[in-house]
């Protein structure tokens, strides 16, 4: 089942409902009514229409994700009491996240990132001796896609469902030197809810021109519902080093082992406990995914005691960028809940910043008859669960 961008149902959800039996038990019966649908949610300046995607699994979870940007506006999982609780950082309207004042923030909230995730120095590179110049935003370096990434654009959306699954992709074309960017970029982006809590993201993309690519995902995750800031959840990262950064966070190419630092995370450990002896405001920092061989792997896991969601997440990427929310400063709100410094942290599946101009990290160039995949996991469970 498919269904187009501009598809609204009446009731703003539809049920798809599936059954089928057990070999070993013919008499068991099992059905399953995870819901998708959409619902106007505004237009962009320019006048584009944008949707709200619902996706609802059976226990009542709900992730909700607008095209415009691919945002991630809602994830609501049940707490140790059952009671629905939303865990990420975003807005009810379209219009909060096209207003001055958000984007002049640059939180980037719940967006896709692209076509650069991350920093490139200078905002340049060289590909087969041409140098290219992609937008310095801000200061002397490129900084997640420039002035107008990804986050910014309307995809087109379809949705797919199958016995215990329910998907949101979303396409987009980037077209040649978008950005500055070189390479006509074919991407999708397949959002997939399941049953069991996963939030699947699965990142696919092909060029017609030699092009750096490095795709993640910008949700902030606060699993007391922002009741409170982050820094009492309990944080582990499955990494022995990160990718050294200059004072102006750019990759000095060098790995620094987090032995013995406020930046080892192996061993599970608050986030406040040591986030004033980090290097900058907090933590932002690149690690590297731990014996990574391009298969998806457990690489981070958080948790919050009061409310006992646990959140872990696993990626096919080498790195993961893990920030929380630094440079935010109270000048966004969603009802009574200002986002205020580290009322969020992010999980940011990536390669590593500055890719392009570092020799020695894996690679993010793309080239022609070459495909672009990717995989990331958020899995929501909570403490108490066997």
């Known amino acids: 089942m498919k269904a187009q961008e501009n598809c609204i149902w009446d009731s703003h959800l539809v049920s798809v409902t599936f059954s089928y039996f057990y070999l070993s038990k013919p008499t068991q019966h099992y059905q399953s009514h995870m819901q998708i649908g959409s619902h106007p949610f505004g237009k962009t300046d320019s006048g584009e229409k944008v949707e709200l995607f ?28 059952s009671n629905l609780t939303n865990v990420v950082l975003g807005f009810d309207t379209l219009k909060d996240y096209i207003s001055d004042t958000y984007i002049n923030s640059k939180p980037y909230f719940g967006a896709i990132i692209g076509r650069y995730a991350n920093r490139i120095n200078k905002g340049r590179f060289e590909i087969n001796g041409k140098t290219y ?38 396409t987009y074309l980037s077209k040649h030197l978008e950005e500055g960017f070189p390479g006509n970029l074919k991407v999708m982006v397949k959002y997939t809810w399941t049953n069991n809590n996963e939030l699947k993201i699965d990142y696919t993309a092909t060029t017609d021109n030699p092009t750096h690519l490095n795709l993640t995902n910008h949700t902030y995750f606060n699993l007391n519902g922002g009741k409170q800031d982050i820094l009492d959840h309990v944080v582990s990262i499955q990494s022995d080093a990160y990718t050294e950064v200059d004072e102006n966070a750019i990759p000095t190419g060098r790995l620094q082992r987090v032995d013995g630092s406020c930046m080892d995370f192996r061993t599970p450990s608050r986030i406040g406990e040591r986030i004033d002896e980090t290097q900058g405001n907090g933590y932002d920092h690149n690690y590297v995914v731990k014996d990574f061989d391009g298969s998806l792997k457990l690489v981070a896991d958080a948790r919050d005691q009061t409310t006992g969601i646990k959140l872990e997440v696993l990626t096919t990427e080498p790195g993961v960028q893990f920030y929380t929310a630094n440079y935010m400063d109270g000048a966004l709100s969603r009802g ?16 590593f910043p500055d890719s392009p101009n570092q020799p020695l990290f894996p690679t993010t160039l793309l080239t022609p008859g070459n495909t672009f995949r990717s995989k990331s996991v958020y899995k929501f469970s909570t403490l108490f669960e066997n």
């Open 54 to 81: 619902t996706l609802l699994n059976d226990s009542g979870a709900t992730v909700k994700i607008t095209n415009y940007g691919g945002i991630i506006t809602d994830i609501l999982v049940r707490d140790k009491n």
């Open 133 to 170: 110049q992609v937008p310095c935003n801000p200061g002397d370096y490129s900084l997640h896609g420039g002035f107008a990434g990804f986050d910014q654009k309307v995809w087109k959306a379809e949705t797919e469902t199958s016995h215990d699954e329910i998907s949101l992709n979303l």
């Open 336 to 351: 009574d809940v200002i986002f205020s410094s580290r009322m969020g942290f992010c999980f940011e599946t990536q390669h």
